[in-house]
């Protein structure tokens, strides 16, 4: 494996690692029904992105979120992601708390960097989600 592969290997497995980490922690925290809720969120919210575009889909996600429930857990998932070390090309500022406020305020250039990297992301989250979270969890 080349250093570009290399490279490709590490931030796929930080994506990997941080979504399986964020599933396993709705697991353990969460009954059946915010599972199956959160399941069916993370499932629709990559074609959500691809069809409105980030900014749309994160205002819906915040305007639905409610202490507690699955937009407001994956919302804060989403931030902490993209304020991790686990993202390619861009990472949310420390001094930003807000990761809406943070994407409206970026150029075009960096909206479609945060594009990709949410929908890489929520790749990896769809995927465990589809084989962690069963019907009798």
């Known amino acids: 494996m080349g250093e570009k592969g290399n490279i490709i290997y590490k931030i796929e497995k930080g994506r990997a690692e941080f979504a399986y980490k964020c599933v396993e922690d709705v697991i353990k925290k969460s009954d059946q029904k915010k599972k199956k809720e959160y399941q069916s969120h993370v499932k629709r919210i990559p074609q959500m992105i691809l069809s409105n575009g980030l900014g749309q889909t994160l205002a819906f996600i915040k305007a639905k ?20 070390d686990c993202t390619s090309r861009i ?19 960096d909206y479609r960097y945060i594009t990709q990297e949410v929908i890489a992301f929520l790749g990896w989250l769809r995927r465990f989600v589809e084989g962690l979270i069963k019907e009798d969890n």
């Open 91 to 109: 990472s949310m500022p420390d001094n930003e708390s807000d990761l809406i406020e943070w994407v409206i305020s970026c150029d075009s250039i």
């Open 65 to 84: 979120s409610k202490k507690g429930n699955s937009y407001d857990l994956i919302y804060k998932q989403l931030t902490d992601y993209m304020k991790s």
